[in-house]
């Protein structure tokens, strides 16, 4: 169990469902849920980024828009991929953990 940053409440997977109105959000958490449990690699909580929810949807479409995860490693334009997710261009490991996640 995750506790939310500033409102000391549990987090649970299906909050990421009601980040926000986006009907293809449904779609695409369920599609990464199911392919992360088939790998044997299930989501068992939510991924929290400089103390917030990591919007893995968001992240998803974001590196998209961009042209895709190789475009934006070799491009290196991980910074605006931290701008979009409302992150602190600060953090200095952004890139490889979003990367990662």
Known sequence: MVIG???G???RRTDLYE?????KRKEFLDDLFSFMQKRGTPVNRIPIMAKQVLDLYMLYKLVTEKGGLVE???KKIWREI???LNLPTSITS????LRTQ
């Open 19 to 23: 980040l926000d109105d986006d009907e």
């Open 82 to 84: 931290t701008k979009g």
């Open 72 to 74: 934006v490693i070799n």
């Open 9 to 11: 409440i549990p987090l």
């Open 5 to 7: 940053a500033d409102k």
């Open 94 to 97: 952004a890139a490889f953990t």
